[in-house]
């Protein structure tokens, strides 16, 4: 269908159209190409082209009936179905209020849709109607929106819709590509009312140029839900670009958000401004089940994060689980380049509500400008509650500046609270360089369960209660800022190092390995404290006082320091009484 004026096939009802070849609707310096049809429409081809060097070419069905379009093919390019712009609008649409438009492509390594020359490609549905969209066979099964060189937009977007690039055991890929230069030549996949996405590898990429190329994948219709499958052990990748305004996101705007396949997961930020890569739920339930996962934040530019989001998680990672900040600076809104998982920041902030288990390592390692940490908790005062569990290791590692620290729980700038229970079948490292932390923080409770905890002398916990267990040893040295501290360890030391203004012990027991309790400030010891030798000291006063018995014990030498005051007084509640078997001083 070329014009030599407009070319215009237009049925006043259905319309039925098989060509053995491909069908061609190109528009031209001449007019417009166009397939309409008002009563529903069946299009069956070896392969389908939509282009539009100038003006329109289209494939639209109005007013009543579904519009069917199968594809058996190929062309030379390998498409089974191109809908591009060269200039002009290439564009497959059903406007019947309430009927559907299903879309097969067949054997064909690619399904383009593709905004070149500054014009806009599209494959979409209006008015309440649905879209299916299915790459299977033998082919690549590849969708492909949008490419480097675009430089208009491109789209496919529809209500209820449903997109799956290959069956399973079969290849498959599902590839946003946001433009390298200009402006607006986003890639786009959206759903209005709800989104299932299914493929054996998805890629979003922030164009390398220009301003406003993004790669979206999109749900934002309120209580729909984005339900994303990656088959067959398959990748899920988001690439923040260059240029400005050229993120990479996943985004349910106010429904939930699943994805599942156990794909391996790269979160990356760009090198431009605003250029970062996100996956996110503003308001409903994030559900991941994922392989090895990784966020990074960008490599330079500013407000380049990487963020996996939601104001309620459940995230499963059968593999490990790294979050690193690196260079990509604060911008002047205030966003910075952090890596994060947790609450949605800005102005969809709410507290943290995060359920993460992982059967490898956790690894968060701070980065090297003011802002580029990496954290697992919330944005700016909010709250967050957290429990999480590794089969590995826990380790924070610092940044090699004061604010990308690695954190997890509240920021530093604004204390907030939350319960935050860590748990590790190997060791939990808060490690420090000096001038240089690493935090766990919140105005509530922190609970570690490891085989041992270490610290950095520069590492900090600030809790108003800290409960630790460890088979091996718990050596917190830093400068930790506890009101209530309680351990338990079955074999090694406990060294546990305060500096806020009153810390009350509630309860030690190392088995016999040795205690160290350092405070600065008052220190109260209530309960059990039982210990090989021990060495306690307060700048403040002592107080050994009973919530039930209070006994201070050392099975071996005891050396007790106090700046102030030493106290031991029982009560109703019961003695109070501190002894060693090895000498007192």
């Given amino acids: 269908v070329v014009p030599s004026s407009p070319a215009v096939v237009n049925a006043f009802g259905g319309q039925t159209i098989n060509a053995g070849g491909g069908l061609i609707v190109q528009s031209s310096l001449l007019g417009d190409a166009q397939i309409t049809a008002s009563g529903g429409q069946t299009i069956d081809a070896n392969y389908i082209e939509v282009t539009a060097p100038s003006g329109f070419a289209f494939i639209t069905n109005f007013d009543s009936g579904d519009q069917t379009i199968t594809t058996h093919g190929a062309n030379a390019q390998g498409e089974g179905l191109v809908v591009r712009s060269q200039g002009g609008f290439a564009l497959i649409d059903q406007q019947a209020p309430g009927f559907t438009q299903s879309i097969s492509a067949n054997n064909a390594d690619y399904v383009r849709v593709v905004g070149d020359g500054g014009g806009s490609a599209q494959i979409s549905t209006t008015f309440g109607a649905n879209q299916s969209l299915a790459l299977q066979g033998g082919g690549l099964n590849a969708l492909e929106v949008g490419s480097e060189t675009a430089t208009g937009s491109s789209r496919i977007v529809s209500d209820s819709q449903t997109i799956t690039a290959g069956l399973p055991g079969q290849q498959g890929l599902i590839a946003l590509q946001g433009g390298g230069s200009g402006a607006g030549a986003f890639a786009q996949i959206v759903g209005r009312q709800g989104q299932d996405i299914a493929a054996a590898n998805i890629a979003l990429t922030g164009g390398a140029g220009g301003t406003g190329n993004s790669a979206n994948l999109l749900q934002t219709g309120g209580g729909f839900n984005q339900n994303v499958t990656v088959r067959d052990g398959g990748t899920l990748s988001l690439q923040g670009g260059g240029g400005t305004d050229n993120f990479a996101r996943i985004l349910s705007d106010n429904g939930n958000q699943t994805i599942l396949g156990s794909p391996a997961i790269t979160v990356t930020g760009g090198t431009g401004s605003n250029s970062f ?95 580029a940490g990496a954290a697992i908790g919330s944005s700016s005062g909010q709250n967050a509650d957290i429990v999480m569990t590794a089969g590995g290791n826990i380790t924070l590692n610092p940044g090699t500046v004061a604010g990308a620290s690695a954190r997890i729980g509240a920021s530093g700038d604004s204390p907030a609270g939350g319960d ?51 088979a091996a040893g718990t050596s917190l040295g830093g400068n930790n800022q506890a009101a209530v501290f309680n351990a338990n360890n079955f074999f090694g030391d406990v060294l546990f190092n305060n500096t806020s203004p009153l810390l009350t012990v509630t309860g030690v027991n190392t088995f016999g390995g040795p205690l160290t309790l350092s405070q600065t400030g008052d220190l109260t010891l209530t309960g059990f404290i039982f210990s090989g030798p021990q060495s306690i000291s307060a700048t403040g006063d002592i107080t050994v006082v009973p919530s039930s018995p209070a006994v201070v014990n050392a099975f071996g030498g005891q050396t007790i320091n106090a700046g102030g005051g030493l106290i031991v007084q029982s009560s109703l509640l019961g003695d109070a009484q501190i002894t060693a078997s090895g000498g007192q001083t």
């Fill in 277 to 371: 890569a996100m996956i996110r739920t503003r308001s409903g339930v994030q559900t991941i089940t994922a392989g090895d996962t990784t966020l990074t934040g960008g490599a330079g530019g500013f407000a380049n994060f990487a963020v996996i989001q939601g104001a309620e998680q459940h995230i499963t990672v059968h593999g490990d689980l790294s979050l690193t900040g690196r260079d990509s600076a604060q911008s002047a809104a205030g966003s910075v380049g952090i890596a994060r998982m947790g609450n949605p920041g800005g102005g969809a902030a709410s507290p943290t509500n995060l359920v993460l288990d992982v059967d490898g390592d956790v690894t968060l390692t701070g980065g090297n400008v003011d802002g």
């Fill in 420 to 470: 935050i229970s860590v748990a590790a079948a190997g060791n939990i490292a808060l490690n420090s360089n000096p001038g240089l932390g690493t935090f766990i923080r919140t105005l509530d409770t922190v609970t570690l369960n490891a085989n041992a905890i270490t610290q950095g002398d520069d590492a900090v916990i600030e809790a108003g209660q800290l409960i630790t267990t460890t």
